[in-house]
């Protein structure tokens, strides 16, 4: 099942729907789709009506010929409004960047955010590297300008590049991987502190995957101590991908938190 929404900037967003119950709305990272979170939302779907959103540009929604975080925060603020109540939101990555902003916007009553890459240590991506990878893009090097960002902005080893490459679906992962491009520019605009998010006083549960790299750490671990509701929980021995890496426990955590 999916839904459609108009964005405040006239965009089609796009969801699928899975599951009955309250609604929770679930936010893909950068090189994620309407299909991202599939092993944690088969754990949920006995308790909760997940709502996975295609963010603009990843070819399940519309998209806009200029893209900023502001826009995707109105896009998350739309859904939440077409789907609720209850407003629970959910953001893994530069999705939890968007969750994040969206609950600045327009309000939840409980957030929950996996490892959301704030420029705390340490941009996005260096300033150099990035602009290596805007020249790959404005000669038309698409993939070379996506494979240095996956090196030098999440830092993967190069077996965990390959692997992305050899997958059935690289062509559709590199498209998305153009589209995530934009959010890079984004993240290192962002400031270097979590002051603003002080102002979100609803009741957040804030993840991390204890093998994950020390900065997105460090973003968890500033966000409890800025935001007065928040919680912390580490899953032991897992990375970035710890949500659907480790769905059983995440899926447990997540409806512990939302039933209280």
Known sequence: MSGEIKSA????IRWRAAGEGPPFVLVPGGLGDEHAFDPLVEKLTDRLRCITI????KGFSGDAPVYSFDHEYHDVAAVL????PPRFLFGHSSGAICALGATLMAGVDKLVLVEPPLPLDEPGIDYARHSEVQAALKHGAAEAAVLLAFHHALKLEPAAIEALRSRDDWPAVLRRGVA????????????????RYR???APT????GTATQPRRRNAVEALSRAMPNAEVIGFTGYGHDVANAAPD???SAVLAFLAR
């Open 205 to 208: 549960l804030l993840i991390y």
């Open 81 to 84: 409004d077409a789907v609720a």
């Open 199 to 201: 102002a979100i006083e």
């Open 54 to 57: 295609g963010r603009r540009g």
């Open 9 to 12: 900037d006239g965009t089609t």
């Open 180 to 195: 995530w491009l934009h959010e890079l520019d984004e993240i290192n605009q962002l400031p270097a502190d979590v002051e």
């Open 249 to 251: 426990a995440v899926a």
